[in-house]
């Protein structure tokens, strides 16, 4: 079976077919049972060689397998896989009890990707499982630019590697290639050296040189004699070089070898970013508990506004991600208030003149406050805007209408609503019936038609309840 040529964003949802080789009764039924709640399709066989024909007659995107098993055993299935042209690009992990060092060695030798332990934890083995599947996803489909003057050799490398599944353009020289870098935008590039307008050498320089380009690995092709210079390129930014003969076994495993460690980089960059993300979110909630510690009156008041500008924005029609941005948003509209002197937060009579504008000022602040974070940047704009108004009334800008960000419009209408029904230093809290009336008063006034529209729907279907999970401490 040949890879899947898909494009990434075109990969099926399909679920992973899984074939699991093992002895054991017990542990078939157990793998079977916890692959399947993990979503993937599964088919048992009972030793290595019932293992051999299945994986030959079905299209497996990973096989699992055990070491000891009668007729053949695990290692021998594996090298007979590998051996196979239908099956040798099929991931294999081992899921054995015999984990000692040479075990794992002969494992590796034989071509496994991954070796777990029967003994290890059930959850951590079905992570490891669906990491190996993501990567062969990566890698399925990636998309090569081969660079050769000979046209000869580029309909060989473009048939040999459209047979292994990756996406494949060509070029005739170095300047044609990176002419197609911004529209084909490749994963790798294959490059011969010797060419006419732009040599290997040129290009990959010029591509190093490239802010927008300058991480896609490069490996240059050439003959023996050039391996001094090809030395050099390498010290120049070139990923690897392969000597002209070269087999297509060994280019396949250079570009896998190049994938991988990029797959690898990828994975480490994704798990600093969800890393940072967590820190960024714990550090706002310490800011926001901050600032309503200080005033117990409007402990919960963010929280709130949060729900409700969720319900708003999925009646809205928001994708997920963009709800999930207005919890955040609703989370931190207000924490410009961290500015705002004790005496005014916390008065209890009407604010005078100097006193409302003092306290106007925290629309602008929280920017302020966020702007360090780089991953908040497209929600500044918005919580400066929350006390903007639909008829350009408001502050701190006056804006009016539509140029009001739709997110602003959106945390406005939950504003009122929270603020009316909770009870204020001033006063106490009013009647959802009143918040209701005064929201359809404002319709088109203060608030944005579509805003308030999506408000009634939401209060209609939950009746307007914003009660704050029993976690919740601010
Ligand atoms: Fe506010």
């Given at each position: ?30 793998m079977?049972?916890?692959l ?44 007979r ?20 060092d ?67 353009q ?11 870098l ?41 003959s ?28 396949s495993?250079v ?79 207000d ?26 000022g ?26 903007e ?46 918040a ?39």
């Open positions: 079976m040949k890879r899947k040529n898909l494009q990434p964003e075109m990969q099926d949802d399909t679920p992973p077919q899984i074939l699991v080789v093992d002895d054991s009764t017990s542990v078939r039924y157990a079977q049972k916890s399947t709640e993990a979503g993937m399709i599964v088919t048992l066989a009972s030793d290595g060689e019932e293992g051999l024909a299945r994986a030959m007659n079905s299209n497996f995107d990973l096989i699992i397998t055990d070491i000891d098993m009668p007729k053949m055993d695990g290692f021998e299935l594996c090298t896989l590998k051996e196979e042209f239908k099956t040798s690009h099929i991931p294999i992990i081992v899921l054995s009890t015999h984990d000692s040479e075990h794992v060695e002969e494992g590796f030798r034989v071509g496994v990707d991954a070796y777990l332990s029967k003994s290890g934890n059930i959850e951590e083995n079905i992570e490891r499982i669906k990491d190996i599947l993501t990567a062969k996803n990566f890698l399925t489909g990636s998309k090569i630019l081969v660079v050769d003057d000979s046209s000869s050799v580029c309909l060989f490398l473009e048939k040999e590697l459209r047979e292994e599944g990756f996406i494949v060509t070029a005739e020289n170095g300047k044609a290639a990176f002419d197609m911004p529209l084909f935008k490749p994963d790798l590039i294959l490059s011969d050296l010797m060419m006419p307008e732009m040599d290997g050498g040129e290009l990959c320089r010029t591509i190093k040189k490239s802010v927008e380009f300058c991480t896609i690995p490069i490996v240059i092709m050439s023996l004699a050039d391996k001094a210079l090809m030395r050099r390129l390498m010290r120049e930014g070139v990923a690897t070089y392969l000597i002209k003969p070269f087999s297509v076994t060994q280019l495993i570009i896998e070898e190049i994938f991988s460690s990029n797959f690898r980089l990828l994975l480490e960059e994704k798990e600093r970013l969800t890393m940072e993300h967590d820190l960024t979110l714990a550090a706002i909630a310490s800011l926001v508990q901050a600032l309503e510690a200080r005033d117990s009156l409007t402990r919960g008041h963010s929280e709130r506004v949060a729900i409700i500008a969720m319900g708003i924005g999925e009646e809205l029609g928001f994708k997920p991600n963009e709800v999930e941005r207005l919890q955040l948003i609703g989370r931190l509209h924490l410009g208030k961290i500015g705002v002197r004790d005496d005014v937060l916390l008065k209890k009579d009407r604010l005078n003149k100097a006193e409302y504008e003092h306290v106007k925290h629309a602008s602040v929280v920017a302020n406050i966020l702007r360090p974070i780089k991953s908040l940047h497209d929600i500044l704009e918005v919580t400066t805007s929350h006390h108004r639909w008829d350009g009334k408001g502050y701190p800008d006056g804006i009016k209408g539509e140029n009001i960000p739709l997110k602003a419009r959106i945390i406005a209408v939950s504003d009122v609503y929270e603020a009316v029904t909770s009870e204020r230093p001033y006063r106490d809290s009013m009647p959802k019936a009143v209701l009336a005064i929201i359809k008063e404002e319709r088109g006034k203060q608030l944005c038609p579509t805003c308030v529209d999506g408000f009634l729907r939401w209060y209609e279907k939950t009746g307007g309840k914003t009660e704050l999970p029993e976690t919740f401490q601010p």
